[in-house]
């Protein structure tokens, strides 16, 4: 097992694991969407590490580029509007949907802890010959945490692109980087960031009708719109 | 259950006319949408001209499938494989797309005409455009890449034409579709990662060669299915569905309720059959939900005040009855005879849905945009002044109830007759409550109808031949229980 040890993919999973975190639990808008543009850098670096050198030019592009572009358009940080009513996520939620979402969250990592000792034995017997893969897995379950937890739509949106990057690097974890896996994984940076994309002109438009406020994302708004 | 999705060795070799129908009937689509962009359309007649071509492939295509069978293509481009294949549901799927988007791109002209003229209107002829080239796509596609490619453009440009109306509630609505699909198609690929590393392949026809079960098969098939189902609007994840119509525009309901969900849903039960060989609590819970949704979703409708919410509601419903089939489909203790009425019953249901649905979408947008109002209250005195659009919703709703002789009907015959040789009471039970649900919120919209207390107000008139359109999907589907002998045929040849 210490043969195997690799230092710089361990300095990678942590610092992976590290910024995700962060750029998932800091109410900060603006910080938040910077530690992004990290993230996707370091994905990068771990992309070149590992030897797929066509997705690491594709997530600089789209990942840490184009994503990170759409990500403080969403912000609003391009419009000349002044100071932009996005900086802090200010929503406070109250406790038994805390508490349920809560739940939400543990059922998801039991899932996933299931999913991990059947589909990926190698991993569950010794976890920390992969660390990258290790990494990916904590950022799906951070992610998916993120994805309930918050009722910001800049959170959500966020927590999304950590998930979808989760998910490619266990995608490269268990599969190798073969070309059918690079191919899968270039794809899903594509449609990761239409989706941030679409979803920063949708957020941009939402503010402009009816304020900051509805970022909150529930169906009240809807209702009285209606 | 596998040779019936075609996924075997094709006899002949494709035609060269068969690449050039295949090629036309996958890129016309988005080639035709992204002229739209450039010069909208305004009147129906240039949209049908130009349409023209996607429907002459379509018939192609099927001619060549009744001379040839089961045709296969493949490519590898840098290492990366991609295969097609076009077998008897392929085809009646691909009309069906065909000649629903075919109904919706001519009912758009009259609506945008109509309505306020929206800065963004022609954008919704590309996205249309993308969307019935991403649905052809995936009832061809036998790679799960292809499908993956396919799936995602299908979900991106069913978004973008949702929030087409630019109302807060569209956003917000839309907003909350788009965060959920995506988070959908990344447990999809979550699902389709394990199975690359197990088995090394994406060909669905290799892996249904070398799948077994096994934890690996089963929890990527419940990952894929979770996604999946997210996507289809399956009950219990079928919260983001009525919002979203809420305020859409008619002809992006009806292509959405219509065709996108039942995409989904057709990959879901390809996927499960070839992964989950012998699996019986999959395909039963499957059936539990699809019970319990044929329940709420009707109950939903009956209850609700608003002529969307209800029709979208049924939606809900009327995939419970797809749900229901689950187990005659894939269950390992079901006979061959069930499981091929089953079979029959599923694709004819799913089939005739879609054209009732479209043209109950549009029936209800026709009212919606004559009267002014959303409601069902607003419909009083709408018997009198709008007989055709009220007409067009009766004979939807026909198909829907399963009454005689609709597609529903013979649909739901078929379906019975398997449940009951298999002995499923509680889904013949449940096969029943939903028609008397339907019965139930139909009827209601019927009575708000008939009343002739409304004060008088102003009827918008509509452009002509909206109503046509309407009428004439309504009443496919009420042929495609006559002449159900078409379809079937061409499901009975699925894998020869």
């Known amino acids: 097992m210490i043969a195997s040890f690799d230092a710089t993919e361990t300095v990678l999973a942590l610092c992976l694991t590290g910024i995700s975190l962060v750029c998932l639990y800091d109410r900060h808008l603006v910080r938040a969407c910077c530690f992004f543009v990290a993230f996707a850098l370091t994905m990068t670096t771990a992309w070149w590490h590992i030897g797929a050198s066509w997705l690491a030019v594709v997530e600089f592009l789209l990942g840490a580029l184009m994503t990170g572009l759409s990500l403080f358009y969403a912000l609003g940080l391009f419009l000349p509007r002044g100071a932009s009513p996005l900086i802090r996520d200010t929503f406070v939620d109250v406790w038994p949907r805390k508490v349920a979402r809560v739940f939400l969250v543990l059922g998801w990592l039991v899932m996933l802890g299931a999913v991990i000792r059947f589909a990926i034995p190698g991993l569950f017997n010794a976890p920390l010959e992969q660390p990258l893969l290790l990494a990916g897995i904590m950022m799906i379950a951070s992610g998916l945490g993120a994805f309930a937890l918050h009722r910001h739509l800049v959170r959500r949106l966020l927590a999304f692109n950590i998930l979808g990057s989760g998910v490619f690097m266990v995608l490269v974890g268990v599969a190798g980087p073969t070309a059918t896996a690079q191919a899968l994984i270039s794809v899903g940076l594509c449609i990761a960031w239409l989706g941030s994309m679409l979803a920063a002109l949708l957020i941009q438009q939402l503010v402009y009708l009816a304020g900051a406020d509805s970022m909150r994302g529930d169906g009240d708004l809807g209702e009285r719109a209606r | 259950m596998i040779w019936r999705f075609g996924l075997s060795d094709s006899t002949f070799e494709p035609l060269i006319s068969a690449h050039w129908a295949l090629g036309v009937a996958l890129a016309a689509p988005l080639l035709l949408g992204l002229m739209g962009a450039v010069l909208p359309p305004k009147r129906a007649w240039p949209v049908a001209l130009g349409y023209l071509p996607v429907l002459v492939s379509g018939v192609a295509l099927l001619c060549t499938f009744e001379q040839s069978g089961l045709m296969r293509w493949q490519w590898e481009l840098a290492g990366v494989g991609v295969s097609l294949r076009l077998n008897g549901l392929g085809v009646l799927l691909l009309l069906t797309t065909q000649w629903i988007g075919f109904a919706a791109a001519l009912y758009t002209p009259g609506l945008l005409r109509l309505g306020e003229t929206e800065p963004l209107s022609r954008w919704l002829w590309p996205l249309m455009g993308g969307l019935l080239s991403a649905l052809s796509l995936i009832w061809l596609a036998t790679d799960l890449l292809t499908l993956y490619v396919a799936l995602e453009l299908m979900g991106l440009a069913a978004v973008g034409m949702l929030i087409l109306s630019g109302k807060p509630a ?327």
């Not at chain 2, 199975?195 to 098939?221: K, T, Y």
């Not at chain 2, 009575?447 to 102003?458: D, G, K, L, V, W």
């Open chain 2, 170 to 496: 569209a956003l917000l609505a839309g907003m909350r579709y788009l965060l959920l699909a995506l988070v959908g198609s990344l447990a999809y690929l979550l699902g389709v990662a394990l199975v690359l590393g197990q088995w090394g392949r994406l060909d669905l026809q290799g892996l249904a060669e070398m799948v077994e079960p096994g934890p690996v098969a089963w929890i990527s098939a419940a990952l894929m299915g979770a996604g999946l189902a997210l996507k289809a609007a399956l009950f219990p994840l079928h919260g983001w569905l009525s919002p979203v119509h809420g305020s859409a525009w008619t002809p992006v309901s009806a292509l959405h309720a219509a065709l996108v969900i039942k995409a989904s849903l057709f990959l879901l039960l390809q996927l499960w059959s070839i992964l989950l060989t012998d699996s019986f609590y999959a395909p039963h819970i499957i059936a539990l939900l699809g019970a319990l949704a044929i329940v709420w979703g009707g109950v939903l409708a009956w209850r609700t005040d608003s002529l969307k919410t209800l029709v979208a509601s049924s939606t809900v419903a009327q995939l419970g009855y797809l749900m229901v089939v689950f187990p005659l489909l894939l269950s390992p203790d079901i006979s061959p005879l069930s499981r091929a009425l089953a079979w029959d019953g599923f694709w004819l249901q799913l089939i005739g849905h879609a054209f009732a649905k479209a043209a109950m979408f549009m029936a209800a947008g026709n009212l919606m945009l004559a009267t002014g109002e959303a409601t069902l209250k607003g419909l009083a005195g709408t018997s009198r002044r709008m007989p055709l659009s009220l007409l067009v919703l009766g004979i939807a709703a026909v198909t829907l109830m399963g009454l005689p002789p609709s597609a529903g009907f013979t649909a739901k015959w078929l379906l019975l007759d398997a449940m009951v040789k298999s002995q499923q009471w509680w889904a013949i039970a449940a096969l029943l409550i939903g028609s008397l649900l339907t019965a139930a919120y139909v009827f209601r919209l019927f009575r708000y109808s008939f009343y002739e207390s409304a004060p008088r107000h102003h009827y918008q008139p509509l452009a002509p031949g909206m109503d046509l359109i309407a009428l004439t999907l309504a009443l496919a589907a009420f042929a495609l229980g006559l002449l159900a002998h078409f379809p079937l045929t061409l499901l009975h040849e699925g894998g020869a």
